[in-house]
């Protein structure tokens, strides 16, 4: 079935811990993005791509990078993980229909940084 | 920079009542309007969209208005239900280099029996 998946559902780590968070879509969107929410707050851009090699930086400062190797995958590594990165973390990827722009969200990881 | 105003930040209303929440943007070019339901512990999902060509769109219980003279839409629920209570988000299509949905802070609507 076509979707947008998010592994690990849930992280839990110690801090200076490099991470990645790994997004895949089998609906062959173009464009793919990261956002970081706190439970039922604000949706803050931190990445997107529109494609093979495209990426860039969201509205909300983020330490994260992201990579855009193949279509489907789009990954979200953090170097050395921080207590202050701890929220959940959404990928999205959307399609560009009649007058709009779709998005279709991730089940989001959850990370917590001790 | 372009933003979406979103109001108010909660809600609560009594089952069977309509509930409407309102939101106003800043890029005048901006041609499209969706709106996200995010239940507790869920993804965001569309629930309803609007272009600017447009000035009501229907579905069911849930529609939208858009006022592009004043740059302002809202999203109405009617004989809202248990199941209606989620966070809701507005966003706004801005136009540039490439197209980017910018979303509003989001409004926490509880529906109680």
């Known amino acids: 079935e076509a979707d947008i998946y998010q592994t690990p559902r849930y992280l839990v780590i110690g801090t200076g811990k490099k991470i990645t968070l790994e997004c895949s879509q089998t609906m062959g969107h173009d464009k793919m993005y990261w956002y970081q929410q706190d439970p039922g707050m604000e949706l803050h851009l931190i990445h997107y791509s529109y494609g093979v090699n495209s990426t860039e930086k969201g509205d909300l400062s983020s330490e994260s990078t992201v990579s855009r190797i193949r279509t489907e995958h789009f990954p979200l590594t953090l170097e050395s993980a921080r207590p202050s990165h701890t929220s959940q973390y959404l990928c999205?990827?959307?399609?560009?229909?009649?007058?709009?722009?779709?998005?279709?969200f991730g089940s989001g990881t959850q990370l917590s940084v001790l | 920079g372009e933003n979406v105003e979103q109001h108010p930040s909660t809600l609560s209303v009594q089952e069977g009542d309509s509930a409407v929440i309102k939101c106003t943007y800043s890029?005048?070019?901006?041609?499209?309007f969706p709106w996200y339901k995010q239940e507790l512990g869920k993804r965001p999902q569309l629930i309803i969209d609007?272009?600017?060509?447009?000035g009501e769109k229907k579905d069911q219980r849930i529609a939208v208005t858009l006022n592009k003279t004043a740059k302002h839409f809202s999203l109405h629920i009617t004989e809202t239900q248990p199941e209606d209570s989620a966070v809701y988000f507005c966003a706004a299509l801005v136009s540039g280099g490439y197209n980017k949905l910018i979303f509003g802070a989001g409004t926490r609507l509880a529906v109680h029996p």
């Open positions: 999205a990827s959307s399609v560009t229909g009649t007058g709009g722009e779709k998005l279709f």
């Open positions: 609007i272009r600017s060509n447009v």
């Open positions: 890029d005048s070019a901006s041609n499209y």
